[in-house]
T-cell receptor, first 112, second 113 residues
């Protein structure tokens, strides 16, 4: 069974708006990662947050992690049409040889 | 720097045929993985390898075999293809550590008729 579940499944916004995607997981993790996938392409790593971190920033991306609620959120600020893609959270377990378990993803559409 | 390269990119098979997907990475990574991606299901781990000569089962290994004879290559084989194996297959690699990003190939789209 999949570890992570993203919410919402699909999100449609206008350029300039913020986009927030949520991820919930079931068991203890070593770290949580977010990936982006453009249509028909491979996944690209966006950001990694460790289990002892609560918030992390990278450019227009902000990730939070709440291990007590087993949840994470990805915020994309001032979105652009080029941010249109699917976004996946992935969880890694301690001693798991860096195996990542992926959620089903959120499809983000940013309209000009 | 090519990163992770998958071949072929597209393949159509008939039920019962066999084939091999090749993944090659030029980053000297120890860990390599094969995932499959189906609509609405995200990525599921098929098999992985933690070094040359080693392989291990992931979440959905049935119907697939793998080999890691050389550090830079990870092969995924289907001995007798089934329509349920119609999917997009992704190879990924990462460095030898317990945390870190995965580097993905562009995917191989397989259709089994």
């Amino acid at each position: 069974s999949q570890q992570g579940e993203e919410d919402p499944q699909a999100l449609s916004i206008q350029e300039g708006e913020n986009a927030t995607m949520n991820c919930s997981y079931k068991t203890s993790i070593n770290n949580l990662q977010w990936y982006r996938q453009n249509s028909g392409r491979g996944l690209v790593h966006l950001i990694l947050i460790r289990s002892n971190e609560r918030e992390k920033h990278s450019g227009r991306l902000r990730v939070t992690l709440d291990t007590s609620k087993k949840s994470s959120s990805l915020l994309i600020t001032a979105s652009r049409a080029a941010d249109t893609a699917s976004y996946f959270c992935a969880t890694a377990f301690l001693g798991g040889y860096n195996k990542l378990i992926f959620g089903a993803g959120t499809r983000l559409a940013v309209h000009p | 720097n090519a990163g992770v390269t998958q071949t072929p990119k597209f393949r159509v098979l008939k039920t019962g045929q066999s084939m091999t997907l090749l993944c090659a990475q030029d980053m000297n990574h120890e860990y390599m993985y094969w995932y499959r991606q189906d609509p609405g299901m995200g990525l599921r781990l098929i098999h992985y390898s933690v070094g040359e000569g080693t392989t291990a089962k992931g979440e959905v290994p049935d119907g697939y075999n793998v080999s890691r004879l050389k550090k830079q290559n990870f092969l995924l084989g289907l001995e007798s293809a089934a329509p349920s194996q119609t999917s997009v297959y992704f190879c990924a690699s990462s460095e030898l550590r317990d945390t870190g990003e995965l580097f993905f190939g562009e995917g191989s789209r397989l259709t089994v008729l």
